[in-house]
Each structure stands twice: as C-alpha cells, then as structure tokens.
C-alpha cells in the first residue's frame, strides 16, 4: 500500500520562506519519482517539482526555478518543497504524489497516488 501525507502548509505573510513535507511509504522505491503539485482555487491542478528517488535528480516547473526546491531524505522517507519569497499567487492547496515509471512525470495522469494535500495561503 502506498501513502503520501503532506504537511507544513499555513497562512504566511508575502515574502516569508515555508518548507512543506511529505512522508512517502511506497513498497519499491526502485523506479520511483515523487513530485509536488499546487492547485488553486478554480484551478486545475500544475506540476511544481519533482524527484527521482534513486539518484536524486531533480526537475522544476520553470516558473519557479530558483524559488522553490524539492529535496528529498532517504533515511526519513520524506520529500520536501522548499518555498522562498513567497507570494500571494502562490496561494494553493499542495499535493505530492509518486509515480511508479522512469523519468521525470509531468503531468498528473502520469502520478499513481496522491497525499490529501496541505494548504498554503500567502497573504500580501
């Protein structure tokens, strides 16, 4: 059985840095990538980051290249999303998910399970 749960969302002032978590239990890590996802309100649901779990190699939606930054711990079996200067339009609800394939999965098809997600509200 696979399990996403996220935490760290809040209600923060702009420009303020958050770090989300999610803890993954995934039977097989072997091909895994785990990635974050935000999803406004009337929104549909935008790929943010992702990483693969074997090897640690990244990928980040270019619009937030350089702001934000997916990590992940091995021993803890967590994966994080680092958010700096935070702002108003990065208010959402934020989900990760994995995806049992190779590469780097972008869209959310391409995820297999998804955490409930956390909110995130940045006030300006």
């Known amino acids: 059985q696979v399990q996403l749960v996220e935490s760290g969302g809040g209600l923060v002032q702009a420009g303020v840095s958050l770090r989300l978590s999610c803890v993954v239990s995934?039977?097989?890590?072997?091909?895994?990538?785990v990635g974050w996802f935000c999803q406004a309100p009337g929104m549909e649901r935008e790929f943010v980051a992702a990483?693969?779990?074997?090897?640690?190699?990244?990928d980040h939606a270019d619009s937030l290249k350089g702001r934000f930054t997916i990590s992940r711990d091995i021993a803890k079996n967590m994966v994080y999303l680092q958010m700096n200067s935070l702002k108003p339009e990065d208010t959402a609800v934020y989900h990760c998910?994995?995806?049992?394939?190779?590469?780097?999965?972008?869209?959310?098809?391409?995820?297999?399970?998804w955490g409930q997600g956390t909110q995130v509200t940045v006030s300006s």
């Open positions: 998910a994995a995806a049992l394939r190779a590469g780097f999965p972008l869209r959310t098809s391409d995820y297999d399970y």
């Open positions: 995934i039977r097989s890590f072997c091909n895994a990538a």
């Open positions: 990483i693969r779990w074997r090897g640690g190699s990244t």
